[in-house]
């Protein structure tokens, strides 16, 4: 099959796993995500309408310009490919200068990502963008890639939401399906996971996360879930179906990228 790919490079897109986990997800008329991240998956996916959810505001104010104004955008995220102007003049710009939601701040946005280490997102604890520049001998313009991603933006129903996953998880009704790809967490260390944004998504938030779903289910929707394969997430998750998948690594501490063990879990209706 044919994968389309984002316009952005993600720590954990599922662009590489859309085939294990195409055959996952049922048909419905609605698809939520409370951690749409790159967008993989709504790219690759073909309901009637989408919920797209994030609480990255920048990540939402690029897609929020793709679907409203798709040739600003590209004029403007164009000339910073060509002039390639300093990677940390432009982060430092990003973090201190430049007005959010504006298309400005949208265009350094994609470029900051092209052009960082490993395409990682990751924010300090006050808020600014303090990923490294990456080694690269040739920046990829995704032109092509972000006038798909607009395309598909605009060729249905599509909300945008910049919230927590809760609320948006809380809309859920009958017929519904969610797909939610949360930051993994370990078995050790009480399973946190310090991210890429302030703050911390550990074993707590994760039931958090189970809590809610199972609400939805039981209110008729479908919920699908992926993570890490540890006996932790098998015990919060313990009511889903789990099915194994190998998913190559696309950041390792250690230089380890060998396949690693992941889940896909999936609760339905019939299930609870």
């Known amino acids: 099959m044919r994968v389309e790919k984002s316009f952005l490079k993600w720590v954990g897109s599922k662009n590489r796993l859309i085939p294990q986990l195409l055959p996952h997800l049922p048909s419905g008329k609605r698809f939520i995500e409370p951690f749409v991240g790159a967008g993989n998956v709504f790219i690759n996916t073909n309901y009637d309408s989408y919920v797209l959810c994030d609480k990255n505001r ?35 710009q990003f973090n201190n200068v430049t007005p959010k939601l504006s298309l400005q701040r949208a265009a350094e946005f994609v470029y900051l990502n092209r052009n ?24 990829y313009f995704p032109k092509s890639e972000l006038i798909a991603f607009s395309n598909k933006l605009i060729s249905g129903s599509v909300e945008l939401v910049c919230t927590d996953f809760s609320t948006v998880i809380k809309t859920a009704k009958f017929g519904d399906v969610i797909y939610c790809d949360p930051p993994y967490v370990s078995d050790i260390n009480n399973g946190t996971f310090t991210g890429y944004t302030p703050g911390k998504f550990d074993a707590a938030t994760t039931k958090q996360l189970y809590d809610l779903l199972y609400l939805a289910v039981l209110r008729g929707a479908t919920a699908i879930i992926s993570n890490s394969n540890n006996p932790l997430i098998r015990k919060i998750f313990s009511d889903f179906e789990i099915y194994e998948i190998d998913a190559r690594r696309s950041v390792a501490a250690n230089g380890n990228r060998q396949p690693a063990r992941e889940i896909i879990g999936v609760l339905t209706p019939e299930m609870v």
């Open 58 to 92: 920048d990540l939402i104010n690029v897609y929020e310009w793709l679907r409203d104004d798709l040739a600003s955008l590209l004029n403007e995220t164009k000339s910073l490919f060509d002039s390639r102007p300093d990677f940390y003049d432009v982060r430092a």
């Open 116 to 139: 960082c280490f490993n395409g990682i997102c990751r924010y300090n604890s006050s808020g600014k963008f303090n990923v490294p520049s990456g080694k690269y001998k040739n920046i």
